[in-house]
């Protein structure tokens, strides 16, 4: 049973961690119609992000919680991502955001920037990278569905920086690199910046 058979469960064995290559590599465009292969890894990393924010199933398989997570943090070189989360600024009624996206692309960003103040995380560092991870504030990000139809998500915030993290993976950086080595905490100069808390 591997990653691209049906209904495979993804566990932290099967995520690459930093220092592996593929995680520093842009990787290929998906094209449609899906592949199994394709569909059903897509399917098994949605399942990772569903399984990982339940207490139970994540305590039973050892999975860290993530709310996305990169094909090519599984060791596939595709430009495909899923994201499981609701927004952390929205109080009452949050909106939950569930995407397996192929081939995203941000087609156009606000100058303004934002991010979280006590910085970022990912399922492949297993270390704490403490700093400022600048993010633009809003983005406009271009994707298609499973059954390849095209869509537009306008997003801004807790939201907009989820996806730049998973974007991110697929141009093969990670979130440290925004990280201002010589000073982490400090916000970048000359930029529209400020904290989404
Ligand atoms: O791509 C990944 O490694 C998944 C990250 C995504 C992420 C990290 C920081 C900021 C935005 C997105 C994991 O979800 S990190 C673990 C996590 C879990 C719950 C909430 C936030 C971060
Ligand atoms: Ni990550």
Known sequence: MS???K???ITMNDIVREGDPILRRKVEEVKFPLSDEDRNAMDA?????IESQDDELA???GLRPGVGISANQVGLDRRMFAVLFTDVMEEENPTL????LFNPKIVSHSAAMTYLPDGEGCLSVDREVEGIVPRY???KLKAYD???KEMLLK???YPAIVMQHELDHLNGVMFYDHINAKNPQQEPTGVDIQSLW
């Open 7 to 9: 209904n495979y469960r």
């Open 155 to 157: 997003l801004k915030g």
């Open 146 to 148: 499973e059954n390849g």
């Open 97 to 100: 955001y569930q995407y397996k």
């Open 59 to 61: 305590e039973k398989y």
């Open 3 to 5: 990653l691209t058979d």
């Open 137 to 139: 504030e809003k983005i």
């Open 45 to 49: 990393m949605m399942r990772y992000l």
